[in-house]
Structures are given as structure tokens and as C-alpha cells.
T-cell receptor
Framework: GQQVMQIPQYQHVQEGEDFTTYCNSSTTLSNIQWYKQRPGGHPVFLIQLVKSGEVKKQKRLTFQFGEAKKNSSLHITATQTTDVGTYFCAGSSGYSTLTFGKGTMLLVSP | DGGITQSPKYLFRKEGQNVTLSCEQNLNHDAMYWYRQDPGQGLRLIYYSQIVNDFQKGDIAEGYSVSREKKESFPLTVTSAQKNPTAFYLC??????????????FGSGTRLTVV
């Protein structure tokens, strides 16, 4: 079945440093979504990418979808303490259900 | 405000008991999902339903059952056959595939503990 791998599992940065998490799929995806889960909370949808090579920005967050539609990344510029949480990628092929990666836990020290 | 309501927030189950987790949405979403989250394991799909009176097994359906008698409701029963039920259970919904490219909306979850 479809597998989605995410690295790193965990990252601890100082406030102001940049952060990147990477997502790789075993199969070609029709779309990829990113979610953020704050400690003790539930996942919240951030964005969906559907086009090969697509890049989208949300303030300090930059999302990329690979040319082969098998990988994606989320980059945060100049992290803030409010960025703390676990970031999940989730991919699907066609109309199948989403397969979630195991997430990257981000800790930001002030 | 539209959203998904899960109840209870915390649930304690004795060995051998069945328990039912509630999930209600007023978003008029067709598709609903149940995920299980364990530390370091991400989200694993238990069951999903794309229309009323129809549902499919996900990756870890053994020991669980669901029903979808109303569009708004998708309760999950954790049966005594589920050997390791202690986990965080998340319900989600979205528009049916093909009706829009939108993300899942999640409820706030139910933490189930076996005592």
C-alpha cells in the first residue's frame, strides 16, 4: 500500500532559526496536504498542493510539491514560539483516502 | 459556527467492555473518517464513510465498528476484541472526493484509556 515517510521525526531550534520538514511517498500522488497539530490539540489543515513543482507561501511558511509528485517540503523562515507543534504531510492518489506521514515535532526555544 | 464535535473528551474503559465514541458534524460534509493516533505513529485510518449507509474499512479496522445512519453522525464503537485500545481517537470530515479540493476538518478528539 501507499506509504508516506516524513523526516526528521523531531527538531529543536532556537527562535529565529529556519526549519524544514520533508515528505516522501512510495507512489505518485495526485495531491498532498499539510497539517499542524499543537501540543494537546487536533490536526488543523494548512494547505493542499496539486500541481507538479507547485510552490505556495503562507506568511513565513513555504510549501513545495516535487516535480515527480512524490515528495514535498514545508519550510518555516525565522521560527517563532507559536510555530511549536507537530507538522504532518498527507498524500492521496486519485480519490483514495489520505495517508499521513508520522509527523515532525518542532520545538522552538525562545 | 460549523464544525465537528467529538464526545466525550476523555473516556475510561474496563477490560472486556465495548465503548462508543460520538462524532457529529454540521458542515454538510459527505465523507467522514475515524483515525487513531498513538505517540510517534502519526494518524492511522480505522474506518471511513463517503455516503450515508455505506462505510469501508481502513488500515486498522479490526476490533472496531461504525455506523452511518445520518449524514451528520459517524459513531465509532471500540469493541472488546480490540486488544490495545488506549489511544487518541480523531474524527474528521470533508467534502466528497471530486466536490472540491479541501482538507479534512478534525474534531478535538477523544482520549480513551483502558483501566
Amino acid at each position: 500500500g501507499q506509504q508516506v515517510m516524513q523526516i526528521p521525526q523531531y527538531q529543536h531550534v532556537q527562535e529565529g532559526e529556519d526549519f524544514t520538514t520533508y515528505c516522501n511517498s512510495s507512489t505518485t500522488l495526485s495531491n498532498i496536504q499539510w497539517y499542524k497539530q499543537r501540543p494537546g490539540g487536533h490536526p488543523v489543515f494548512l494547505i493542499q498542493l496539486v500541481k507538479s513543482g507547485e510552490v505556495k507561501k503562507q506568511k513565513r511558511l513555504t510549501f513545495q510539491f516535487g516535480e515527480a509528485k512524490k515528495n514535498s517540503s514545508l519550510h518555516i523562515t525565522a521560527t517563532q514560539t507559536t510555530d511549536v507543534g507537530t507538522y504532518f504531510c498527507a498524500g492521496s492518489s486519485g480519490y483514495s483516502t489520505l495517508t499521513f506521514g508520522k509527523g515532525t515535532m518542532l520545538l522552538v526555544s525562545p | 459556527d460549523g464544525g465537528i464535535t467529538q464526545s466525550p473528551k476523555y473516556l475510561f474503559r474496563k477490560e472486556g467492555q465495548n465503548v462508543t465514541l460520538s462524532c457529529e458534524q454540521n458542515l454538510n460534509h459527505d465523507a467522514m473518517y475515524w483515525y487513531r493516533q498513538d505517540p510517534g505513529q502519526g494518524l492511522r485510518l480505522i474506518y471511513y464513510s463517503q455516503i450515508v449507509n455505506d462505510f469501508q474499512k481502513g488500515d486498522i479496522a479490526e476490533g472496531y465498528s461504525v455506523s452511518r445512519e445520518k449524514k451528520e453522525s459517524f459513531p465509532l464503537t471500540v469493541t472488546s476484541a480490540q486488544k490495545n485500545p488506549t489511544a487518541f481517537y480523531l474524527c474528521a470530515s470533508r467534502l466528497a472526493p471530486g466536490q472540491g479540493s479541501y482538507g479534512y476538518t478534525f474534531g478535538s478528539g477523544t482520549r480513551l484509556t483502558v483501566v
